[in-house]
């Protein structure tokens, strides 16, 4: 019997690519299995049901959020080697780690490591701005963006109402605090109009082309994702830098909703434990903070974060952000938080188009929230 070759599904940037398909390269190299990968866009990726992909591809990138649908969809297989884990949780950058465990069981490893953080250009700007007066000038000026495309506009009411001290409690009475999301609303509605309605057809990536592109005016972005592609000379004409956001409320870096990526395995693939072999060889401290960061990656193992090569190599994008990302938000993972992420994206993109007032948005968010099972995390 000879060597499989297993199919992988990631996400379409050289973030998302690029290392997987270097990593794959040396692992065949090494006499592992060989893997062909193919990618899908973010809004894909964010979105795209997991069982269908679970039925096509052995290894599979996701976002941690869908972890409860897949424990009762019995897509995944759960990764099982102690010694393996023990090594990569302990090296987990903020909650990556444990973003993909649930009931008991650990459904992806952490390749990747992200949340919402500051980005700006150094041609045009000697320092990120400190305060939100710095942003609200640079926006008057012309000089701000803001990826609002669903779900990012809700990634960003996220954040806010950590920075207020008041993450969204999934086990409390109510998902959002009126008084808290009502304030971190009013912020996000100033922030949308000052970057037009254009905002609201851009997701990270689209911010991050805008940016750098040479005719652009665009200064800083105060709440996306970090990309440490664009923060590497010569990715773009312009090169963009990053650093944690500006302390707004009481818990000053604190809430910014935690994203990132990791990697699964089928569990209806005829190659589950030649999968497991390479996610768990790939999401190792060594690979992590070598081949795995210098082929593009963003690395979710704390010996990538902590590595003064990988960090002179993208102009401390890690030492810069790792404060943010440390104190990140853990969204919810239940069985239903996707659709109701999709639905309350679509709710709140609509309340920022008319710029509605915040008690029967914050009102119908909370409602809403109900419907899709947060209340049974709550007895």
Known sequence: MGVPVLKGM????????????????????????????????????????LDDLARRFDLIVIDHPHVGQIVQQNCLAPFEDAAALAGIEAGSVGRSFESYRFAGRQWALPIDAAAQVLAYVPDRIAAPPATWDDVLALGRAGQLACPLRPPHALMTLFTLCGQFGGSPDVTGARLFDPEIAAEAYARLLTLAALVGDDARTQDPIAVFEAMAASDSPIATAPFLYGYA??????????????????????????????????????????????????AAWVASAEVQRGLYASAGGQPGHDAAWRDATVNAATHDFYAATRATLEAAWLRP?????????????????????????????????????NSFAFDTLRK
């Open 10 to 49: 990631t996400w379409n940037h050289a973030r998302g690519l690029d290392p997987l398909v270097a990593a794959s390269a040396r692992w065949a190299e090494q006499g592992g299995a060989a893997i062909t990968w193919e990618a899908r866009s973010l809004q894909d990726f964010e979105q795209y049901p």
């Open 333 to 369: 993972r239940h069985d239903g938080y996707m659709a109701f992420q999709q639905q309350a994206s679509a709710l709140l993109d609509a309340a920022i188009a008319t710029r509605a007032p915040a008690s029967p948005l914050i009102a119908a968010l909370n409602e809403l929230s």
């Open 229 to 278: 592609n664009y923060a590497r000379d010569g990715f773009r004409a312009h090169r963009i830098a990053f650093a944690d956001l500006v302390p707004l409320g009481p818990a000053g870096v604190a809430g910014s909703a935690l994203g990132g990526t990791g990697i699964a395995v089928s569990a209806l693939g005829a190659h589950i434990d030649a999968a497991r072999r390479f």
